[in-house]
């Protein structure tokens, strides 16, 4: 092997490893943004269908307990999401009604698309709640693309 070959090969091994890191590093990203996703999704949920969303119903749909529920909450009133008062039902600030609209939106394209690959409503639903933290614009956009001509 050459000088030159051997530099290519080093080149093409640091990119593909930088490559890798940068991967890495958007997963780990999603998976922070993905339970202020979830709950922004669901207090919007919980406000259409109710008119309010009350901590003890964010906390029976999340599955978790009423301690973590009051410990997000707080996150997401530090980070601008929602607005609350102590023992009040919780709601979404503008910020926070556009992110609960987005993640739907991204939800509703990753749900059809394993929908029209012919998997059952219930995989499909559950599938689409994980993926649609993760899911690249680009892939989500060929995902709607395809959807639309099944």
């Known amino acids: 092997m050459t000088d030159d070959e051997n530099l290519d090969s080093t080149e093409a091994e640091a990119r593909a490893v930088e490559f890798r890191a ?87 394209i990753v749900l059809r698309f394993l929908l029209s690959l012919g998997l059952d409503p219930e995989t499909a639903e559950r599938d689409a709640e994980g993926i649609e933290h993760h899911v690249s614009e680009r892939t989500l956009a060929l995902f709607a693309a395809f959807s639309q001509r099944s």
Do not use: W
Request: charged share 35%; hydrophobic share 40%; with cysteine.
């Open 22 to 108: 940068e991967a890495f590093i958007g997963v780990r990203e999603a998976r922070r943004s993905e339970v202020a996703e979830d709950y922004v999704e669901l207090i919007a949920e919980l406000i259409h269908q109710n008119g309010e969303a009350r901590p003890v119903d964010i906390a029976t749909r999340m599955g978790v307990t009423a301690p973590t529920v009051a410990k997000t909450l707080g996150r997401l009133a530090r980070d601008g999401l929602i607005t609350r008062a102590k023992y009040r039902s919780v709601f979404l600030t503008e910020e926070g009604r556009a992110l609960a609209k987005k993640c739907r939106h991204r939800h509703e």
